[in-house]
């Protein structure tokens, strides 16, 4: 065995799952977002791996393995070569002898659309479902927290086709359904959200998530189980407005107050009354930028996620077709728009023509402006706001109005106002989607229907991540002694520890065992290093086994005792029942 524990809290580790896996001996660092996975973590990556095999076969997916080198020209091909190896793109590319490009793998539509391009002709052949458990690259532009956002990951993707939107539908019930049985098995505490489909589109998303303090999203959902969504892509009913102090159109010297908060504290007025106008640049595909105001409710913060899906949406005005960054411009970045210094923290919903060098301006109003009344704003000029101001009297409510609010805990949810939303922190395992004609549109992946036409493929595509989940389930489940595996994916069931190996009772007592455990059937690790019982005990419990067997003093008495890491319960069972108490247990 490779075992190779340490006492110390590694420098490189942050999260605790991190921390445990490398101190008992699961992964090694070998680079920036790169792991080993040693011989323990690889057990419990094929015990999951197994898990989820079943269920996808169970629901008639068919399993294969694609390449991970890539052509670049069916990323040219579905036109995505571009975003994602340039600017913030997370494609490893590269450039092979004859000088053809290439990508290795960060996903799978094109590979799969091309293969369903050969091989599916006719309605006839449809449904399928084909998927694969693989190792994907990622030039993640932040990773971190090891397995949980690596640069080299495994993942089960899979891909269906479809005749139509109803088959479609059914399939991806169907997956929700071996998600949630794939994550029960595991032994996973999970909440299924809506999700943001983002630059994808398609007709809805769901996302996995393991709920964790330490999880990356931030799911708002409400107790009557009704509403759960992703903050990306949550939807919420705002407190209600508070009536304005101002009744009349005036400018107030409010020096000092680039903040909200130090806003309302000067005038005296809920923050629900303010009119915030927030400053972003957007760059898109084409390399065009685009300054942009949204105006917002005081007491509200804008959604980049809502707000960059709504200037996609823009995207045919500047002749692109994506947004390909979205940012707050730094004060040095936005001399390049203005030809004089923007007055940050008093702007107003409308910028002074004079003040832009380019036309490429655009101005959005959140819709939790739009009924406001006698409000407050900036006035393009620093240290004073407006009060008591109207949209069509002083101000002109922008062309555009969207939803890019934040929902956040405490809003009002949409289905029911009674119902509150409360907020959990979650790690996402697993997102499904329904991608509808985008790929097969663009590739030329038809088929021929009963009519006898030639239409696009529908598809659907399903993600899983089985190297995060595998530390998903350690963030979930741990105390300061070390891991404790869920039995499903631990990498072994019991560990025999023997106290004294220069007992020859106890080591003979404990080889008996070991070879009836696994006559059993029963996955079990034999601890007979010359260490002390202490060290051995340490261990046992810092890698997280689920039963500790001690072949110890009670042997004299005919018995071992077993010990459950969950709960450190400890049981003296007579030698002859172990196996079978175990069996069960198990
Ligand atoms: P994220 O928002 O966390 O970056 P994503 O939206 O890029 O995830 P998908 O492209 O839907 O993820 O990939 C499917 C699954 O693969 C995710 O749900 C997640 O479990 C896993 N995954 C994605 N990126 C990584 C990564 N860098 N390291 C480990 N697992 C990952
Ligand atoms: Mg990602």
């Given at each position: 065995?490779?075992?190779?524990?340490?006492?110390?809290?590694?420098?490189?580790?942050?999260i605790p799952s991190h921390k445990l896996l490398l101190r008992a001996g699961y992964i090694r660092r070998i680079g920036s977002g790169i792991y080993a996975y040693l011989p323990l973590m690889w057990r419990v990556l094929q015990k999951i791996s197994q898990i989820v095999r079943e269920e996808m076969n169970a629901t008639g997916a068919l399993e294969c393995l694609l390449p991970q080198l890539q052509?670049?020209?069916?990323?040219?091909?579905?036109?995505?070569?571009?975003?994602?190896?340039?600017?913030?793109?997370?494609?490893?590319?590269?450039?092979?002898r004859q000088e053809r490009d290439l990508g290795l793998g960060p996903t799978h539509e094109e590979v799969i659309t091309t293969i369903a391009k050969k091989t599916i002709n006719s309605y006839r052949q449809l449904p399928v479902h084909l998927y694969q458990i693989q190792t994907k690259f990622r030039d993640e532009?932040?990773?971190?927290?090891?397995?949980?956002?690596?640069?080299?990951?495994?993942?089960?993707?899979?891909?269906?086709?479809?005749?139509d939107e109803e088959s479609l539908k059914e399939?991806?019930?169907?997956?929700?359904?071996?998600?949630?049985?794939?994550?029960?098995?595991?032994?996973?505490?999970?909440?299924?959200?809506?999700?943001?489909?983002?630059?994808?589109?398609?007709?809805?998303?769901?996302?996995?998530?393991?709920?964790a303090d330490a999880g990356e999203?931030?799911?708002?959902?409400?107790?009557?189980?009704?509403?759960?969504?992703?903050?990306?892509?949550?939807?919420?009913?705002?407190?209600?407005?508070?009536?304005?102090?101002?009744?009349?159109?005036?400018?107030?010297?409010?020096?000092?107050?680039e903040t909200i908060s130090k806003l309302c504290q000067i005038l005296n007025c809920s923050p629900t009354v303010i009119v915030k106008n927030v400053l972003y640049e957007a760059m898109y595909d084409n390399g065009k930028k685009v300054l942009v105001v949204v105006s917002i409710r005081g007491d509200r913060d804008v959604n980049e996620v809502k707000l960059q899906n709504e200037l996609v949406k823009l995207a045919g005005r500047y002749q692109a077709k994506t947004v390909l960054a979205l940012?707050?411009?730094?004060?040095?970045?936005?001399?390049?728009?203005?030809?004089?210094?923007?007055?940050?923290?008093?702007?107003?919903?409308?910028?002074p023509k004079d003040y832009l060098r380019s036309p490429q301006f655009l101005s959005l109003a959140d819709t939790t402006v739009v009924g406001l009344t006698n409000f407050i704003t900036g006035s393009n000029e620093l240290g004073d706001h407006v009060v008591g101001?109207?949209?069509?009297?002083?101000?002109?409510?922008?062309?555009?109005?969207?939803?890019?609010?934040?929902?956040?805990?405490?809003?009002?949810?949409?289905?029911?106002?009674?119902?509150?939303?409360?907020?959990?922190?979650?790690?996402e395992v697993g997102h499904i989607f329904q991608l509808g004609t985008k790929y097969s549109q663009v590739m030329g992946a038809t088929y021929t229907n009963e009519e006898g036409e030639e239409v696009p493929l529908v598809m659907g595509c399903y993600g899983l991540g089985v190297s995060r989940l595998a530390q998903a389930a350690v963030e979930q489940s741990y105390d300061k002694d070390g891991i404790i595996w869920p039995v499903a994916i631990a990498p072994y069931h019991?560990?025999?520890?023997?106290?004294?190996?220069?007992?020859?009772?106890?080591?003979?007592?404990?080889?008996?065992?070991?070879?009836?455990?696994?006559?059993?059937?029963?996955?079990?690790?034999?601890?007979?290093?010359p260490e002390r019982a202490g060290v051995k005990f340490k261990d046992a419990d810092l890698i997280g086994i689920p039963y500790r067997v001690v072949t110890g003093r009670s042997l004299k008495s005919g018995q071992v005792e077993v010990v459950e890491r969950a709960t450190k319960k400890s049981h003296a069972i007579p030698l002859d029942e172990v196996v079978s108490t175990l069996k069960q247990w198990l």
């Open positions: 065995m490779l075992l190779m524990t340490l006492r110390q809290d590694p420098a490189e580790a942050e052509p670049a020209q069916l990323w040219q091909e579905s036109g995505r070569w571009d975003t994602y190896t340039k600017a913030e793109g997370i494609m490893f590319a590269l450039r092979d532009i932040r990773p971190r927290f090891g397995l949980m956002r690596g640069r080299e990951f495994i993942m089960k993707d899979g891909y269906s086709f479809h005749s399939t991806y019930r169907q997956m929700d359904r071996a998600y949630r049985q794939i994550l029960g098995r595991c032994g996973l505490a999970f909440r299924a959200v809506e999700a943001d489909s983002g630059a994808i589109g398609g007709a809805g998303s769901q996302e996995f998530m393991i709920l999203d931030e799911i708002l959902y409400t107790s009557d189980g009704k509403y759960a969504a992703n903050v990306e892509k949550a939807v919420s009913r705002p407190p209600v407005v508070e009536a304005s102090p101002f009744t009349s159109y005036d400018k107030k010297e409010t020096p000092g107050t940012k707050v411009p730094s004060a040095k970045e936005l001399q390049e728009w203005t030809t004089q210094p923007l007055p940050l923290g008093y702007i107003a919903p409308n910028l101001a109207n949209w069509g009297a002083q101000f002109q409510l922008p062309e555009l109005t969207v939803d890019v609010q934040k929902a956040k805990a405490g809003d009002r949810a949409l289905h029911d106002t009674s119902q509150i939303l409360q907020s959990a922190r979650g790690i019991v560990i025999i520890v023997i106290p004294n190996i220069s007992d020859a009772k106890q080591v003979e007592a404990a080889e008996k065992l070991y070879h009836d455990f696994k006559v059993a059937g029963v996955d079990t690790l034999l601890d007979d290093r």
